[in-house]
């Protein structure tokens, strides 16, 4: 029994396979846009996927696992993408914004000193992307606190 790992243009591993026929992929061989490179079948397909990399010059090479999903291999590093990253929080946002339009409705439960409290924190939910632009990870985002 084999596996195969498929290797992308920037030499990461794009996926890991156990073919049903141990013939059907050749070592080295290009399959679409990867290389396909036979690896040990004991092998750990999260240890290939996360922190392999595979050059047809160096062969097989370690890197640290991906910090983040919106982090991409560029061949020797991670390479934060800083457009999609800003993107979800963005969504996020819009989706707490969304959440609390009722707080603004003018047949609200609310009194108007509640109504302003969920205001302000409306307008720091707008503020959240212009102030958290130096982060690496979704997880870093400071998000107010909702009123009570």
Do not use: C
């Not at 061989?29 to 490179?37: L, S, Y």
């Not at 090479?61 to 991670?78: C, E, K, L, Q």
């Not at 929080?89 to 914004?97: A, E, I, S």
Request: hydrophobic share 40%; charged share 25%; proline share 5%.
């Amino acid at each position: 029994m084999l596996k195969v790992a498929f290797v992308a243009a920037n030499g990461e591993v794009s996926h890991v396979i156990e073919p049903a026929d141990d013939l059907m992929f050749e070592d080295g061989a290009q399959v679409g846009d990867f290389i396909a490179k036979i690896i040990p079948f004991e092998s750990d397909n999260e240890e290939y996927l996360q922190t392999k990399t595979y050059s047809p010059t160096d062969g097989w090479g370690v890197r640290t696992a991906r910090p983040s999903r919106y982090h991409n291999w560029d061949g020797s590093s991670w390479i934060l993408d800083s457009v999609e990253l800003a993107k979800q929080v963005r969504r996020q946002r819009d989706l707490m914004l969304s959440g609390s339009d009722w707080t603004q409705a003018a047949d609200s439960p609310l009194s108007d000193l509640k109504k302003a409290d969920w205001a302000a924190y409306r307008q720091q939910l707008r503020d959240v992307p212009a102030n958290n632009t130096a982060i690496q990870h979704i997880d870093e985002v400071v998000w107010p606190d909702k009123p009570i």
